[in-house]
């Protein structure tokens, strides 16, 4: 018998009850539970009789463990990512490690350490759609539509997710423009501070366009796409994938399910991240992905289109 996995969890508390129900699911020992708050830590730690801690730094050089699980919402502090990265410690974010191109390019090397969660690009119906993906010609474009309560995930993950699978299917954005309904921080100044509601439109390399909207304010959970190809689309979520023909029908539908819980599509990838099942996946490109993130904020900001592209010149990047 293989020996048991062992994570670790760090939270900010509005993500406890989402730690909450994840926690039967893993295929792991919780082998230490730590919070930005002490009553969270304490409460949470009792409940799923977890040793707590309070120095997340600490705990990540000390602690043997497979994999480190954050559900926060800012940025990675530098000294913490300093012992992931001494550590080569694997680690699991609901959203990136850091929210600025220039963070990205200097840990570079190391970005493979991080995995932001859960990315739709690695759900069972995109895994799916791939297989078929080249039935239904060249595709040409694609709509994205991704809800989450505050208590589920952050509006910068989504983004992050969205765009993450734009580039998997299309590869390059030439330039988007993008509007905010924003309950407050209208005008925000990094991507960790993005809250409410957001749209984007995307034109694409060779002609072709995307559109995405988000959400980190609706309640209940749901992320879908439907990618259109020169022979036909395919419609997906996080568990299915139909496939529609040029004349409208449905070729092998998928076989209706009750869609998952949030906390159920957080565990499985988890859970697949700590049996090593996403190792043979090509590695986020945090860079490429974070310029296109950055031009939306910007876009949002400034009712203008942006550039990707404008974004990495800033760094001198090509």
Known sequence: MLPAK????????????????????????????????????????????????????????????????LAIADEILPEVREAIISRNLPTALIQPPFDSINSAIELQEESHLFKVIPALRHSAGFRAA????????????????????????????????????ITAVFSDVESLSAALSAPRAASPETLSALHGSLSINLR?????????????????????ATILGSNGCLRLTDTTVDW?????????????????????????????????????DSPTDFTKILSICEAARLSARTNQEEAPRKMLSLYRLP
């Open 6 to 69: 062992r994570i670790l969890i760090w939270l900010d508390p509005p993500f406890a009850a989402l730690i909450r129900a994840i926690a039967p699911l893993l295929e792991a020992e919780i082998v230490g539970l730590g919070s930005s708050s002490d009553k969270t830590s304490t409460e949470l730690a009792r409940q799923l009789e977890a040793p707590r801690f309070t120095d997340l730094r600490q705990a990540v050089l000390e602690t043997d463990c497979d994999l480190l699980f």
């Open 130 to 165: 791939q297989e078929i993906l080249n039935h239904i010609g060249t595709p040409h474009a694609i709509t994205i539509s991704i809800r989450a309560s505050p208590s589920q995930s952050t509006l910068f993950g989504r983004l992050f997710d969205a765009m993450d699978l």
């Open 204 to 224: 694409l390399h060779d002609g072709a366009c995307a559109c995405a909207l988000l959400t980190d304010s609706a309640g209940s959970w749901f992320r879908g």
């Open 244 to 280: 529609v023909d040029s004349t409208g029908r449905t070729i092998d539908p998928s076989h209706a399910t009750s869609p998952l819980p949030a906390h159920e599509i957080y565990s499985e990838q988890i859970n697949r991240l700590l049996s090593d099942l996403d190792t043979t």
